[in-house]
């Protein structure tokens, strides 16, 4: 019987075998490892040390998830009355 540990992952505990690397860590919650940033214990982690780092009791992980797409659609932009479509900064430069 394996013992487990307890880790926050994004605010929530997760129970995972003591020793786990980051990386299968990470898979086994379904992440796509190319579309995240991971904070461990407040630090930004490089992805190329996720390999080497063992997960320990009450370690923290913040998982940022990149999302593709466009943004919605917004009304056309309106110009306040009297603008002339040119700004002057006060000193010559506009």
Known sequence: MTTLI?????G???????G???TTCLE????????VAVEFNGEI?????WLRTSLGEGDVLEVVTI????RLPSPPL???PGYSGRA????GWR
């Open 78 to 80: 309106q110009s306040p």
């Open 6 to 10: 307890a880790i926050q992952v994004n």
């Open 20 to 22: 786990q690397t980051l």
């Open 45 to 49: 982690l490089h992805r190329q040390h």
């Open 88 to 91: 002057s900064l006060g000193n």
């Open 28 to 35: 086994q919650l379904g992440y796509d490892l190319r579309l």
């Open 67 to 70: 999302v593709g797409g466009g």
């Open 12 to 18: 929530q505990t997760v129970a995972v075998p003591p």
